[in-house]
């Protein structure tokens, strides 16, 4: 059963625009919300994260939104260049473990 | 910079062997975990430990076993490999504590169960 959710699976967005990925969860004792990067054969990296007190982060061209409300938030990357090509995934931290769950993962093309 | 080195790229075994998939960190993290990558499945944890000796189950543990001998290096095992292990694992590392604190991944070692 997985606890984030996150859409669409597979996304194709021209160079210059702006691709969203969606994610909702439904633990509300998720501490912390990171978005990771990765790239074809390469480990996922840490992109961006945000924490439930705070409704936007931007960093560059990425920026996150959080709803708590709707349990949901979102990665946008604005100006999208054909560099950001890559799976991403958004997770949600369970404890102060730093134990993360995962989203299923958006394959993100961006064409020339 | 953290390093996090598996010690396969690729592997090939098959139903019934015992699989030992390595893992070591640089950067003297107290945590490890072991996660299985799937399509659509995003990536699942399998285990995880916060110290040596130490280990916690994590969502998927059935049919895996782990060791951490060492602060530095976490092993994961596979008992029987069966083909529904096939798969792409990912081992990662972090702090234990200290706020936010990232978690660092390896490329990954994709292994095929025939």
């Known amino acids: 059963q997985q606890q984030v959710k996150q859409s669409p699976q597979s996304l194709i967005v021209q160079k210059g625009g702006i691709s969203i990925i969606n994610c909702a969860y439904e633990n509300t004792a998720f501490d912390y919300f990171p978005w990771y990067q990765q790239f074809p054969g390469k480990g996922p990296a840490l992109l961006i994260a945000?924490?439930?007190?705070?409704s936007e982060k931007k960093e560059g061209r990425f920026t996150i939104s959080f709803n708590k409300s709707a349990k949901q938030f979102s990665l946008h990357i604005m100006d999208s260049q054909p560099g950001d090509s890559a799976t991403y995934f958004c997770?949600?931290?369970?404890?102060?473990?730093?134990?993360?769950?995962f989203g299923g993962g958006t394959r993100l093309m961006v064409k020339p | 910079d953290v390093k996090v080195t598996q010690s396969s790229r690729y592997l090939v075994k098959r139903t019934g062997e015992k699989v030992f998939l390595e893992c070591v960190q640089d950067m003297d993290h107290e945590n490890m975990f072991w996660y299985r990558q799937d399509p659509g499945l995003g990536l699942r944890l399998i285990y995880f430990s916060y110290d040596v000796k130490m280990k916690e189950k994590g969502d998927i543990p059935e049919g895996y076993s782990v060791s951490r001998e060492k602060k530095e290096r976490f092993s994961l095992i596979l008992e029987s490999a069966s083909t529904n292990q096939t798969s792409m694992y990912l081992c990662?590392?972090?702090?234990?504590?200290?706020?936010?604190?990232?978690?660092?991944f390896g490329d990954g070692t994709r292994l095929s169960i025939l």
């Open positions: 997770a949600a931290r369970r404890d102060a473990g730093n134990m993360l769950t």
């Open positions: 945000i924490r439930p007190d705070v």
């Open positions: 990662a590392s972090s702090y234990l504590t200290g706020g936010n604190q990232p978690q660092h």
